[in-house]
């Protein structure tokens, strides 16, 4: 099984945004696109 995990850097924390059981070759595009709205909710409510 090949686990794919998004995350990003906030000064010195880690910050996961999202997780899952890849099953193709390929990066599934609604994945990366979840991930990288969640890392702008992040980002927004953190002001």
């Known amino acids: 099984m090949v686990f794919r995990i998004f995350y990003f850097f906030d000064k ?3 910050i996961t945004v999202n997780g899952y059981v890849k ?3 390929k990066l599934d595009p609604i994945e990366i696109a979840r991930a ?6 992040y980002l ?3 002001s």
């Open 23 to 25: 099953k193709k070759d």
């Open 36 to 41: 990288e709205r969640l890392r702008k909710e």
């Open 12 to 14: 010195d924390i880690i």
């Open 44 to 46: 927004d409510n953190k």
